[in-house]
């Protein structure tokens, strides 16, 4: 069983940034992805991005591209996203998710594990 907990979320103003963490623990494996997902009320949850555990490949949403950057440390178990540039539209709940496999997902029904999600709101 593995247990994500998401930490950073908050207050930011736009064209601020903002990190937000995503600890992983319980048993963990080498060959999977971390994602994460954003949803805003009454809308779809939305890819934003993911990264493979065993070879670093990344994918981005559309929307984020150039402004938002997925990274890991292996040594804290710790997956981030760094947003820069934040507008109006990132405001939303963003989920830290993790899928057995070594191969991305942008589906969030393809995802195993699943944060509690953390608040983060820009304002203008």
């Known amino acids: 069983q593995v247990q994500l907990v998401e930490s950073g979320g908050g207050l930011v103003q736009a064209g601020g940034s903002l990190r937000l963490s995503c600890a992983a623990s319980g048993h963990t494996f080498s060959s999977s992805t971390m994602g994460w997902f954003r949803q805003a009320p009454g809308k779809e949850r939305e890819f934003v991005a993911a990264i493979s555990w065993r070879d670093y490949s990344t994918a981005y949403g559309d929307s984020v591209k150039g402004r938002f950057t997925i990274s890991r440390d292996n040594a804290k178990n710790t997956v981030y996203l760094q947003m820069s540039s934040l507008n109006l539209g990132d405001t939303a709940v963003y989920y830290c998710?993790?899928?057995?496999?070594?191969?991305?997902?942008?589906?969030?029904?393809?995802?195993?594990?699943w944060g509690q999600g953390t608040q983060v709101t820009v304002s203008s």
């Open positions: 998710a993790a899928r057995k496999g070594a191969l991305i997902s942008i589906t969030p029904r393809t995802y195993d594990y």
